[in-house]
C-alpha cells in the first residue's frame, strides 16, 4: 500500500487523488446505506457503480497518468469501486431477505385445514394378521403353503386320520358340495393342506398355510362359519415335541412380545399323536390377575391363559398316506384361529364386526396389524 | 361329563385337603379338559335345617290353595315355626328342608319373617328349584328321613363341588366316574381299586325263576350281549336320596328306581343299561341289524322312527323293540307297574351305532359312549353292580344270567421303549414308560421292543403313537424342553403369493377398504345380477346342507357380497363407500355335475395313493380362481374448502383395475363391453395380453334398483389369477431415453362411434418408434365439428435414444401418426 502523501509526481489528476476517491467511496457507502427498498437500492446502484458513476469515470481518468503513477491510482480505484460493489450487494441481500420476509408472511395459509379428499383405504386385518404371522415362519425358512377351499373328502378327512364315523364328518359340523356323498366339502381345517404339502413337496418339509375355513356354526359374537386359520407343519428326521414347543415359543414371543409363556396340554386330534391344546400365557396380565380380584383381567377372564390353538406330532398314519418313511421321518403340526388371535391380540370383543364388511372396522387397522 | 367330587373321594382315598380346583389342574395336566368346577348351592347362605311338619291347615279363602303349617325345626332354632306354604305334595309327619330367616337362595331371595295370606310365614319350605339343586319345582322336597334341626345343606349335599369335564373322542373311559378316578389316583400317586374289575355278590338265582334268553345275530355289530332278571321287583320302590343327589350333580334327572340305577351305574362305571320290562317281551332278545322292511320303531321319545336295514337294534319275537346303544323302544319300556326286570348290558361296536345314532339325529347319553368305545368286557360287571342296586333298594328275586360274547383276544402293540423319549424330546427311560403304560391298565411284555396290552376299556390305543401320548402325558407335557429346528433355506413367497399380497396393497392404496365375505349366494343374486342362463357364473356349486336356503351356492363372483356389504354400511350412514375383496369364486367344469359323482375315488390311506387316483381326486373339484372386485358408491372425492366434490363415476372403477394391473407390472386395455351385471354403455371389458381378464363400469340401473343402491354405483370385477398370469415373469428394463424430448399436440375429427383408445392406438403405430407418448388431453363435442363426429385432443412427445430429433423427422412422425389414424379410423386433423 502506499501511503496517501507520498509525493513522487508533479502530475495531478485531482479525481485521482486518494482524498476524493474516499470521499467518492463514503459519499456511495452512505447512499447505500439509506436506500430503503430495492427500488431504490438499483437507482444508487447506478449513481455510485454505473457507468457514469464518480468512480467510473475516475477510473477513465487512470490513463492519462504517467506510467509510474498508474498502477497506485488503478489499485486505489479498483479497490473503492470493489469495496461499492460489496455494500451494494450486501445492502441488496439484506433488502432481498426483509422484502421476502413480508412478502412469505403475507403469503401464508391457514396448515390445518383438512386435506384429505378422498377415503383412506385399508386391508382386512385378519389377511394382514395372516401374513404377518407367516412372515415369522419364513424368516425361519418356511414356505407358504395353500390348497383350495372346496377340498376332497379324502384330503380333508381320510387322509388326516379321522375315520368315516366321526362327528366331525357330520351335518352338525361340515358343509357338503353337491351332495353328502360327492367326496367335496368346504374344508373344515386348514390341515389338508399339510397333506397336499407333503405329496407335492420334497422333504425335509416346513411350511405354513394360512386359509379360509368352513364349519356350519350360526354367525354370533363367538362364531362364524367362515372363519381362518393358520396351520403349520414340519418333516424332517428326528423332530420332536420339543422342537414343536420351540417353534410355537418363537411365534408366541414373535407375536405377544419377548417371554411370553406357552402351555401345552394334552389333547386329541386325529391327525396328530400325541397331540396338545396350545395355550398362551396372557400378554395383557402375565397371570398377574389369577385369584387377584383386586386386578381383574378381561383378556384371559383372569385365568391368565388363553386357548390359542391345537397342535401335536403329525400322526404316523398321515404321513403314511402322504407315503413318508415313518421309520425314518417324523414331524410335527400345529393351528390355530386367526379370528381369536385378532380378538385377543387386538381387543375385539364381537367376531360379527370381521364379517359384516363395516368399512370402518378395516379402515382403523390400515395396512399393518 | 360331570363329575361330583365326593364320588370320586369315594373310589379314590384323596387327602381331605385336596380340593376340586387341585383335582382339576392335575387333571388338566393329565389331559382331560375340565372346563369348569361348581359348588352345589355355592350362592345358597345363612340357617338351613331339616324340619319336620307337625300339622297342616288348608287355607281356602285365597285364589289358590294355600297351607299353613306347623313346622318342628329343633328347640335350638326357635321349635315349631308356622309357615305358610303353597305347594301341596307333603303330610303330616314328612320330614322336610325349612330356610329360615336370614338365610340366602340363589337370586338372592333373601328369607325373612314376613306377614303373607294373613299369616307371618317365619321360614320357608323348599323346593329343589329354589334351593338351586335342580329343576323339578313341583313341589317341595320332601326327605326320605331325618333328624329335626340337622344341617339341612350338608344333608342336601350343598357346597358339593363338581367337576365338569369335555371329554374328547379318544376318551371314552372318562365318560365314568370309575375312568375319571383312575386318572385322579394315577395324578396324585394313589393306589386305584377299580369298581369295574369287581364283579359284586349278587344272590344265587332263585331256582323256581329262569333268566331271559338272549342272543346275538350279527357279531359285527355286537361283542357281547347280557341279559339279567329280576322278579318281583317293587315298581313303586323309591330312589334312595343320595343317588338321587348324585344323579343330579351329575345333570340327569331322577325317574324312577329301575331307571335311575341303570343311569347311576353308567356314570358311575360308564357302561350304559337298558331295563326291559320282562312282562312285554316275547322270546329271546336279541341283538343285530334291523334289515329290509323292518317296520318304524317307536323309541322312548315318542317319535316313530323308519328303519335303515343297517341300523342296529334289538329285537325279540315280536319284532325290533329298540336302537340298540342309543334308545330304548317305547313298547318294551318299564312303567309305574313293571315287576320283572330284564336288564341289558353288552358291547355293541362303535362304528354301527354311531351311524345308527346319526341316521335319527338321536344323540343319547348310552350312543355317546358306545360310539367312544365302552369297556370291552364290563357289561357283567355293570350288570351285576345294576342287579344289586336294585334287589337292595326294589326287593324281588334275581332271576339269573344270560349272556352271548365273541372270542375277545386283547390286542398287542409292538413299541419301541426308546419311542417315547425319540417323540417327547426329553429323557424318558424304559422304567418310566413302562410305570405310566401300567398306570393306565396296560400289560407289558418285551425288552427293548415292548409288547403292550391296552387294557380293555381303552379302545382308542391302537398305535405305538397313542401309547407315546399316554406315556409323555403322565410324565407332564410340561417338562418337555423347548429345541428350534433349522429347516433348510427356503425360497420365500411364490410368485403368485407376492403378486396377491400387492395385489391387495394396491387396492388399498387406492382407497378402497378390504372386507371379508361370505362365499356364499343364491339364484337370486345371479338374477338380480342379470346373469344370463347358461352362463359361466350359472355353474355355481351347490352346498347340500346351507346355512340358508336363500343362499345355497358357492359365490361364481365377488360382487353379490360387496353389493350386500355396501348396502350395510349405507344403511349404517355411511355414504361414501369404496370396498373390495380379494377371494375365491367357485366355479364348475362343463363336464362337472352340480350334485357331484355317484362315487367319488377314496383311495386307502395306508401308503401314497398313485397319481392317478391323486389325479381323480382332484377332478372332483370345481375351479377355484381368486377375484380382485370392488364397490363404489359416493363421494370419490369430498366435497371441502378447496371446491366441490366429485362422485365415484365408471372412469374410477376402470381405473382402479389399471392401477391394480400397473402395480403388478400388467398394461390392461379397456374395451367397450356390454356384460352384466353393468350398465351397457358404461362398461370396459379389461383387457391383458390380449384375454378379457375383468369388466368394470357402472352397475346396470336394475341391479342397482335390486340392491337399493344409489345411482351410478359402480365395480369392477377381474380375475386375479388370469391378471397374475399375464404379469412378467421377469420384468424387462425399460430404454430410459435421455435425448431431448419434442412435444406436439394434434386434434383429430372422428366419428363418436370411434373409441378413442382406437385412436390413439393408430397415432402410435403410425407414428413410429420415435414416438414415447400419445396422451389424450380433451374430448370436444360441439359447433366446431360436424354433427355426429368429435375431437379428440392428443400430445405427442417423440424422442430418440440417440439424438436429438430434427423438425423434420419430428414433422414426419406426427404426419403418419395423423395418416394411420385417418386411413383406419377416417380422422380428419383439425385446425390445419
Ligand atoms: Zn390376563
Known sequence: MSAPNNPYDPVAVSTLEPEAVDAMVAAALADIESAGDLDEIKVVRLAHAGDRS??????????????????????????????????????????????????????????????????????????????????????????????????????????????PDHPARTMQDTFFVGSERSGVVLRTQTSPIQLRAMLARDLPIYVVAPGRVFRTDELDATHTPVFHQIEGLAVDEGITMADLKGTLEHLAAAMFGEGVQIRLRPSYFPFTEPSAEL????????????????????TCSSEGWIEWGGCGMVNPRVLRAAGIDTARYSGFAF??????????????????????????????????? | MRVPLEWLREMVDLPAQVDARAVAERLIAAGLEVESVETAGGDVSGPLVVGRVDAIEELTEFKKPIRW????????????????????????????????????LPGDFRITARETYGHVSDGMICSQRELGLGDDHDGIMVLDSGTVGDDGAALLGLGEETLDI??????????????????????????????????????????????????????????????????????????????????????????????????????????????????????????????????????LDHVSRALDPDDVVIRDDSGVIGLAGTMGGLHT????????????????????????????????????????????????????????????????????????????SPPVIAMDADLPQRTSGMPVDRATVVHHLEQVGCEIMGDAVLDVSPPPWRPDLTDPADLVEEVVRLVGYDRIPSRLPQAPAGYGLTREQRLRRRAGLALAAAGVVDVLTYPFMGEGDLDALLVAAGERRRRAPRLANPLSEEQPLLRTTLLPGLLHAARRNLSRGIDDIALGEIGRVFVLDDDQD??????????????????????????????????????????????????????????????????????LGVDIVARPATDAPFHPGRTAALVADGEVIGFAGELHPRVIATYSLPARTVALELDLDALMAAAHDVAPAPDVRTQPVAKEDIALVVAESVAAADVADAVRTGAGELCEEVRLFDVYVGPQVPE???????????????????????????????AEAARRHGAVLRGT
Not at chain 2, 372318562?174 to 378316578?181: E, K, M
Not at chain 2, 325317574?255 to 353308567?266: I, K
Not at chain 2, 354311531?354 to 347319553?365: K, N, P
Open chain 1, 54 to 163: 464518480p468512480l467510473a469515470l475516475a477510473n477513465r481518468e487512470i490513463g492519462a497518468l504517467p506510467p509510474a503513477a498508474k498502477a497506485e491510482a488503478g489499485k486505489r480505484v479498483g479497490s473503492a469501486r470493489q469495496t461499492v460493489r460489496d455494500a451494494l450487494d450486501a445492502r441488496l441481500a439484506r433488502l432481498e431477505i426483509e422484502r421476502d420476509a413480508r412478502v412469505l408472511v403475507e403469503e401464508s395459509v391457514d396448515v390445518t385445514l383438512p386435506t384429505r379428499r378422498s377415503g383412506l383405504g385399508a386391508r382386512h386385518p385378519l389377511t394382514t394378521l395372516m401374513e404377518r404371522m407367516a412372515e415369522v415362519f419364513m424368516a425361519m425358512g418356511y414356505e407358504v403353503a395353500e390348497g383350495p377351499e372346496a377340498e376332497a373328502e379324502w384330503f380333508n378327512f381320510d387322509a388326516l386320520n379321522v375315520p
Open chain 1, 279 to 298: 395355550d398362551l400365557q396372557c400378554f395383557v396380565c402375565r397371570g398377574a390377575s389369577v385369584g387377584n380380584p383386586e386386578a381383574p383381567c378381561r
Open chain 1, 335 to 369: 393351528g390355530m384361529g386367526v379370528e381369536r388371535t385378532l380378538m385377543f391380540r387386538h381387543g375385539v370383543t364381537d367376531m360379527r364386526d370381521m364379517v359384516e364388511g363395516d368399512i370402518r372396522f378395516s379402515r382403523a387397522f390400515g395396512v399393518e396389524v
Open chain 2, 69 to 104: 303349617c306347623q313346622v318342628d325345626v329343633g328347640l335350638e332354632h326357635g321349635g315349631v315355626r308356622g309357615i305358610v306354604c303353597g305347594a301341596r305334595n307333603f303330610a303330616v309327619g314328612d320330614h322336610v328342608v325349612v330356610a329360615l330367616p336370614g338365610a340366602v
Open chain 2, 166 to 299: 369335555a371329554v374328547t373322542p379318544d376318551r371314552g373311559y372318562a365318560l365314568s366316574v370309575r375312568g375319571v378316578a383312575r386318572e385322579v389316583a394315577t395324578a396324585f400317586g394313589l393306589p386305584f381299586d377299580d369298581p369295574g374289575q369287581r364283579l359284586v355278590d349278587l344272590p344265587a338265582p332263585a331256582a323256581d325263576a329262569a333268566p331271559w334268553p338272549c342272543g346275538v345275530e350279527d357279531p359285527e355289530m355286537c361283542e357281547l350281549f347280557t341279559l339279567r332278571r329280576i322278579i318281583g321287583f317293587d315298581p313303586a320302590a323309591a330312589t334312595p336320596g343320595w343317588m338321587e343327589r348324585r344323579l343330579v350333580a351329575s345333570g340327569m334327572r331322577p325317574v324312577s328306581l329301575a331307571v335311575d340305577v341303570t343311569n347311576y351305574v353308567m356314570l358311575e362305571l360308564g357302561q350304559p343299561l337298558h331295563a326291559f320290562d320282562g312282562a312285554k317281551l316275547r322270546g329271546a332278545v336279541r341283538a343285530g341289524r334291523a334289515g329290509e322292511a323292518a317296520p318304524p320303531l317307536e323309541t
Open chain 2, 333 to 408: 319300556e318299564i312303567d309305574d307297574d313293571s315287576t320283572d326286570l330284564v336288564l341289558e348290558a353288552a358291547r355293541f361296536v362303535a362304528e354301527p351305532v354311531a351311524r345308527t345314532a346319526r341316521r335319527h339325529r338321536l344323540s343319547s347319553e348310552a350312543s355317546r359312549r358306545f360310539e367312544r368305545g365302552v369297556d370291552r368286557v364290563l357289561a357283567p360287571y355293570a350288570s351285576a353292580r345294576a342287579a344289586q342296586l336294585l334287589l337292595e333298594y326294589g326287593g324281588g328275586v334275581y332271576a339269573g344270567m344270560t349272556a352271548w360274547e365273541s372270542p375277545y
Open chain 2, 594 to 663: 352340480p350334485g357331484g359323482v355317484a362315487e367319488p375315488p377314496r383311495p386307502g390311506v395306508e401308503q401314497r395313493p398313485s397319481d392317478a387316483e391323486l389325479a381323480a381326486i382332484e377332478a372332483l373339484l370345481p375351479v377355484q380362481p381368486h377375484h380382485l372386485a370392488a364397490v363404489l358408491t359416493g363421494a370419490r372425492e369430498s366435497r371441502g374448502w378447496w371446491g366441490p366434490g366429485r362422485e365415484a363415476t365408471w372412469a374410477d372403477a376402470i381405473e382402479i383395475a389399471s392401477s391394480v394391473a400397473s402395480m
Open chain 2, 788 to 818: 355426429g363426429h368429435r375431437s379428440l385432443a392428443f400430445a405427442l412427445r417423440f424422442r430418440a435414444l440417440d439424438r436429438t430429433l430434427s423438425a423434420e423427422e419430428i414433422a414426419a412422425a406426427r404426419e403418419a401418426g395423423v
